[in-house]
């Protein structure tokens, strides 16, 4: 089993630029969820999908959009990409909200 | 103020030494609490998820405490080996919202 499936792994941007972050579970599980993890700081919540159809703002959303495509992917847009917004990114699943999260292996993110 | 606190940022140890890592936490009223392991490179994964009756946790080498009434927690690595590099990440969840607060997470690094 995949598990949690990011694409791309490495990214370099200039500012201003846009981009889509993807992200899909082969583990049938409802929510979802993005991540970015900062150098010194936990991983704060970006936005999640706690099932097919619905997504919600989490801790840091300023700055990105989100789309439950179908219960397997969901992505993550950068419209205009600014250098705060480089990072690590995470997207994770889980059967529901509150139970064991299952992370996928990041896109580093580098904005110019 | 980040409601969840490790210590020591970073810990240095010879292989086939114990070592104890800590986690406080504010977050209430609380739900669960998880312990991470963090390869570098790579996301997350889980290695315990304790709720509030559970005191202690074991998976193989890896031992979890939790003192819900001090709101403290522990993960103490017995014997360790090269593989167990990486950094550890300290989660908790709150019942009363769908919120986990990670920790910023402790880097071990094992010297031969």
């Known amino acids: 089993n995949a598990g949690v499936t990011q694409t791309p792994k490495f990214q370099v941007l200039k500012t201003g630029q846009s981009m889509t972050l993807q992200c899909a579970q082969d583990?049938?599980?409802?929510?979802m969820y993005w991540y970015r993890q900062d150098p010194g700081m936990g991983l704060r919540l970006i936005y999640y999908?706690?099932?097919?159809?619905?997504?919600d703002k989490g801790e840091v959303p300023n700055g990105y959009n989100v789309s439950r495509l179908n219960k397997r992917e969901f992505s993550l847009r950068l419209e205009s990409a600014a250098p705060s917004q480089t990072s690590v990114y995470f997207c994770?699943?889980?059967?529901?909200?509150?139970?064991?999260?299952?992370f996928g292996d990041g896109t580093r993110l580098s904005i110019l | 103020k980040n409601q969840v606190e490790q210590s020591p940022q970073s810990l240095i140890i010879l292989e086939g030494k114990n070592c104890t890592l800590q986690c406080n936490y504010t977050v209430s009223p609380f739900s669960n609490l998880r312990w991470y392991k963090q390869d570098t490179g790579r996301g997350p994964v889980s290695l315990t998820i304790m709720t509030f009756s559970e005191n202690t946790k074991s998976n193989g080498r890896y031992t979890a405490t939790l003192d819900a009434d001090t709101k403290q927690s522990s993960l103490h690595i017995t014997a360790s080996q090269l593989s167990d590099s990486a950094s550890y990440i300290c989660?908790?969840?709150?019942?009363?919202?769908?919120?986990?607060?990670f920790g910023a997470g402790t880097r071990l690094t094992v010297k031969p």
């Open positions: 989660v908790v969840s709150a019942h009363n919202n769908n919120d986990m607060r």
């Open positions: 583990m049938n599980h409802n929510s």
């Open positions: 999908s706690a099932s097919e159809g619905t997504t």
């Open positions: 994770a699943s889980s059967p529901y909200r509150q139970v064991l999260v299952h």
